[in-house]
């Protein structure tokens, strides 16, 4: 363990802190730390403020996981400069403020392109690594930390630790997917992968329920690059699970007549205005007149019937940007779910192995719609294992669901998504701490392979023995985990 820097002075706000999907917010202290001094100094800070502390990347997880109720919050997004890139190797050393987005507008100009990203391209680094995200491939590549090659991790006593798979390698695979309960991200370093054009080739698919969804996806998950479906979730009977598979591949070196173009930011970058005329920026506010079942069953039903035609055509060439950050394609568009107290969206993700997958996602669709509880999206993905301790990937496949949450639906909707939990669990399924907002004590137990969350606890004791870091999330989930 290295000695900290000496302290600098952090700025510091008063300001409302709310999840990802709006449903939960409340007033606090933010310390906003720009350099590693900083990020020390408003460690020392929060200690003398005697609370526990909650960190937080960009706050773009669904639910509690970056917020802190109960104490100050370490918002680490000033934090945001490229430390080094190696065109060699491809490896990119950042500092934990940095996001996706910035990433990939490094990356691509110079031929590389992140190996892991998330739907949107606001997360951070920190923020991506202590989630342990997934992509559209991580049936072929893993999650992000299977990408990360090290890391520093400010302890909560205020040192410092570099962790990889050589060194440290405990708290490397803990801390990674950690949700920040064992340290601080200080500085990240991560493989990328080397690109010959900055567009896919992009195949779609119409599949009519949910079976043939699956069998598509394992006819040619050894091929792909990127697989992705998109489920109808009012569908039902026959049709329940159909919707539309996209199925993605980098082009081959010598395909693209022209890469530079292509590679660049201007090529990539996503028009700011519909029609050339409609600004993007404000289309949440027409689409609050279909957020609503009826508005969403007719959107659902056109989409299908859209993807059915698209299958009938060639395949098509879409850029990085536009097949992987489709949640940016309309800024804000969660707004369209309310911006009053009480309103707002939760996903609900559950990661089910390939044995009970089927059956099981089948029995949700079904049993949310006869609860009235339908889901607004859906979006279907198949995983993989990897190696770290709270894990949530498999080999089998996830179902992310979007319910909308209003004052008067909340208290019934937790208690369908309880049953729904159950139902997950006793088919040996686990969850996704970037996406939650519904889990309650007990689960963590019933969720992990064996002797995985005994040896997080135990590094949570080493490392944090008076568990200075805690979030809303990590009181609500593991509250008298032992």
Known sequence: MGAAPKSAHPARAFRYVEAWGM????YGDVFLPRSRAELVAALQLAREDGRPLGLRGTGNSYGDASMNSRGPVLDISQMRRILDFD???????????????????????????????????????????AMNIHGKNNF?????????????????????????????????????????????FARLRLGTKKVYSGILEVHAFANHNLAEMMEYFEEHRATSDYLVGWVDCFASGDSLGRGQIHRAHYLPEGRDP???????????????????????????????????????????????????????????LWTHNEFAFLLDYIPNWKWSYGRRPGRGLIQFQPFLPKESAYDTYCEILRRSQRAGFVPYLGVFKRHR????????????????LDFKVTPSNKERLWRHCGELVELVLDAGG?????????????????????????????????????????TDLWRRVFAGVR
């Open 385 to 400: 294992p990897d190696p770290f301790l709270l894990t949530y990937a498999q080999d089998g496949w996830s179902f992310a």
């Open 140 to 184: 072929a590549v893993g999650t992000v930390g299977d990408a990360i090659v090290d890391f520093d991790l400010l302890l909560p006593n205020g040192e410092f630790l570099t962790c990889s798979r050589e060194e440290n390698a405990d708290i490397f695979h803990a801390a990674i997917g950690g949700f920040g309960m064992l340290g601080i």
């Open 430 to 470: 686990r969850f996704y701490f970037a996406k939650d907002l519904v889990l309650g004590p007990g689960v963590v137990e019933r969720m992990y392979p064996e002797g995985h969350l005994e040896r997080f606890l135990e590094l949570k004791e080493r490392l944090d023995p008076d568990e200075f870091l805690q």
């Open 23 to 26: 449903t939960v917010g409340a």
């Open 258 to 316: 022209d890469p530079d173009t292509t590679c660049s930011l201007a090529y990539q970058d996503v028009k700011p205005n519909l029609f050339g005329i409609i600004p993007k920026s404000e289309l949440w506010r027409p689409m609050r007149l279909i957020n609503n079942d009826l508005g969403f069953r007719l959107l659902n039903f056109a989409k299908f019937q859209q993807s059915r035609i698209e299958a009938m055509g060639d395949p098509v």
């Open 87 to 129: 065109p060699e190797t491809g490896i990119v050393e950042v500092e934990p403020g940095v996001t996706v987005r910035q990433l990939w507008r490094f990356l691509l100009p110079r031929g590389f392109w992140p190996k892991v990203v998330s739907g949107t391209s606001h997360p951070s680094m920190a923020g991506i690594a």
